[in-house]
């Protein structure tokens, strides 16, 4: 069993910028890979961001160049900085893990980007 502890979000006007962080309970040194979705009412979980355990990244064509996704693996986490932000980032934003075929999921934390 694995727990991610995101944290990081909160309130930010459009343009600025937020560093969202999670915090696995256990190594990630053999994970699959771990990742961000985020999601907003009434719509799916959408990737945001993924970073597999060789280092090879993907993102949303909606936040490349704007977000970038990090691992540590020393300190059990990954992060996303999450740069030139705007009103349509704002959503829940959760970490996500995968090892073994089984995938883990924390409790979310809120982005909220004003205009």
């Known amino acids: 069993q694995v727990q991610l502890v995101e944290s990081g979000g909160g309130l930010v006007q459009a343009g600025g910028s937020l560093k969202l962080s999670c915090a696995a309970s256990?190594?990630?040194?053999?994970?699959?890979?771990m990742g961000w979705y985020r999601q907003t009412p009434g719509k799916q979980r959408e990737l945001v961001a993924i970073?597999?355990?060789?280092?090879?990244?993907n993102y949303a064509d909606s936040v490349k160049g704007r977000f970038t996704i990090s691992k540590d693996n020393a300190q059990n986490t990954v992060s996303l900085q999450m740069n030139s932000l705007k009103p349509e980032d704002t959503a829940v934003y959760y970490c996500?893990?995968?090892?073994?075929?089984?995938?883990?999921w924390g409790q979310g934390t809120q982005v909220t980007v004003s205009s």
């Open positions: 256990r190594s990630i040194y053999n994970f699959n890979d």
């Open positions: 996500n893990a995968r090892i073994f075929g089984v995938t883990y």
């Open positions: 970073i597999r355990s060789g280092g090879s990244t």
